[in-house]
């Protein structure tokens, strides 16, 4: 054996340097046991959300309050027998799926990580951490600021076309409360996902401020399919999303320039 191969040792390969390698099947099984632990940990919060289903509903109805009803629960009506077995069921599964969103990040988070190099990891580890606290600052955004003015400005505008809007269903009020809710909460994530591909070298500052019309676009689209028909809720979804992607544009910028400068 020559001296050269002697002093070269053992080659680092992708499964010596990040594990072993699974077969399409080990994934698949994976895949399949992620999907178990996730539904039978949703079906468990959501069995133990059903007794707080009267406090979730009056959480629900304080921006109602805020936006001039005095009495909430007069004007949330049910009109039938099985509406309010219905409404119990939607409320517990939202509040399960809060409830489980810590573990459900960890099973995620077991399931993917294996597939990434060290370097992604410890990227990827930070920004998981950190959305739980954007999601919930996108959600509280919405039920202190945004849900007042919309109640009450859907209420003026259904009296400006002389529809009597002396009540509103529970089902429907829930349904556009949490969807709304829950889809500024998502929204908010988008900040870390633009930056962890910066982070990664997928997306530049460059490309970034190309694709701000199309994205200022997306934002209406998204702001149209998650809320009311109303420009004004649209207008409260969509202006927030535009300024947090200018702020990763300047931040993508910055990246880059320390980037250079270090480098």
């Not at 304080?62 to 039938?80: A, H, T």
């Not at 076309?161 to 002396?166: F, G, I």
């Amino acid at each position: 054996m020559s001296e050269s191969s002697q002093n070269e040792g053992p080659r680092m390969t992708v499964e010596t340097a990040e594990g072993p390698v699974k077969t399409l099947l080990g994934h698949l099984e994976d895949l399949r046991w992620l999907l178990v632990k996730v539904a039978g940990t949703v079906f468990v919060a959501w069995t133990a959300s059903f007794y707080f289903g009267p406090y979730i509903l009056w959480f629900l109805q304080q921006p109602l309050k805020w936006s001039g009803i005095e009495d909430p629960q007069k004007f949330l009506k049910v009109f039938g027998p099985a509406d309010a077995f219905a409404i119990s069921v939607q409320l517990a599964l939202y509040a399960g799926v809060v409830l489980a969103s810590p573990l459900l990040i960890y099973f995620l988070a077991a399931y993917i990580f294996p597939a990434l190099t060290r370097t992604e990891r410890r990227h990827v580890t930070p920004a998981l951490w950190i959305g739980i606290p954007f999601f919930l600052g996108g959600v509280f955004f919405c039920y202190f600021l945004v849900l007042p003015p919309c109640l009450r400005i859907a209420r003026e505008f259904a009296n400006w076309l002389r529809v009597d809007a002396d009540f509103w269903t529970v089902e429907s009020y829930v349904s556009f409360t949490t969807k709304f809710m829950l889809g500024m909460g998502v929204a908010f994530e988008m900040p870390l996902v633009l930056l962890a591909l910066v982070r990664f070298g997928v997306l530049d500052h460059a490309k970034l401020r190309k694709a701000r019309p199309y994205v200022i676009v997306l934002n209406f689209i998204l702001g149209a399919v998650l809320t009311t028909p109303e420009v004004f809720t649209q207008l409260v979804m969509a202006i927030p999303l535009t300024l947090m992607y200018e702020g990763v544009i300047w931040i993508a910028w910055f990246m880059e320039w320390r980037r250079t400068r270090q480098g």
